[in-house]
T-cell receptor, first 118, second 111 residues
Framework: QVQLQESGPGLVKPSETLSLTCTVS????????WSWIRQPPGKGLEWIGY???????DYHPSLKSRVTISVDTSKNQFSLKLSSVTAADTAVYYC????????????WGQGILGTVST | QSALTQPRSVSGSPGQSVTISCTGT?????????VSWYQRHPGKAPKVMIY???KRPSGVPDRFSGSKSGNTASLTISGLQAEDEADYYC???????????FGGGTKLTVL
């Protein structure tokens, strides 16, 4: 059974970098497509980007200049870094995995609230 | 404002059928057969119910079905059960620039 668990600081100050980690169990980080998705309060889901172990990666164009998704194979984890955050980046952040493609999210974490505030 | 448009809420009685629509454009829903649907119960991780417009993952009841016509995709739940009460989100491939678009979500209430 594949399980994903998000972790990281729940509170970040404006202009700083939001850093979150997703720990994967039940599957190897070197297989599957790994994504980050977020949901701002009162709004719908928003895809942030994905990473595949082969090195393939891409991000939502509106976030591309501020986002990095990377993988730590030794810990079976993947991470999200979002720089220069503002209040608009306050959201529940989900990590998700796709078996065959980054376009279908077969596995999800429960989500972690990331708040941007002074 | 989400890229794909869903009704904010739908409702139905146990045993009835409900359909949730997801309207996009000719650049996303209308252009590709990569529409998926996700169910999310409060406090739980989302779960994929339908992928590639009509395909059902193993373990998803056949009461759930998907379809598409033009720029609108639909999720139909027949034989409504109390446990179907949840939020539902549609998702579509939106081309090599935007990649993935989601809907704003629909709250299904089982009366």
């Amino acid at each position: 059974q594949v399980q994903l668990q998000e972790s990281g600081p729940g509170l970040v100050k404006p202009s700083e970098t939001l850093s979150l980690t997703c720990t994967v169990s039940g599957a190897s980080i070197t297989s599957h497509y790994w994504s980050w998705i977020r949901q701002p309060p009162g709004k719908g889901l928003e895809w942030i980007g994905y990473f595949y172990y082969s090195g393939s990666t891409d991000y939502h164009p509106s976030l591309k200049s501020r986002v990095t998704i990377s993988v730590d194979t030794s810990k079976n984890q993947f991470s999200l870094k979002l720089s220069s955050v503002t209040a608009a980046d306050t959201a529940v952040y989900y990590c998700a995995g796709g078996v065959k493609t980054y376009l279908v999210f077969d596995y999800w974490g429960q989500g972690i609230l990331g708040t941007v505030s002074t | 404002q989400s890229a794909l448009t869903q009704p904010r809420s739908v409702s139905g009685s146990p045993g009835q059928s409900v359909t949730i629509s997801c309207t996009g454009t000719s650049s996303d829903v209308g252009a590709y057969n990569y529409v998926s649907w996700y169910q999310r119960h409060p406090g739980k991780a989302p779960k994929v119910m339908i992928y590639e417009v009509t395909k059902r993952p193993s373990g998803v009841p056949d009461r759930f079905s998907g379809s598409k016509s033009g720029n609108t995709a639909s999720l139909t739940i027949s034989g409504l059960q109390a446990e179907d009460e949840a939020d539902y989100y549609c998702c579509s491939y939106a081309g090599s620039y935007s990649h993935v678009a989601f809907g704003g979500g629909t709250k299904l209430t089982v009366l």
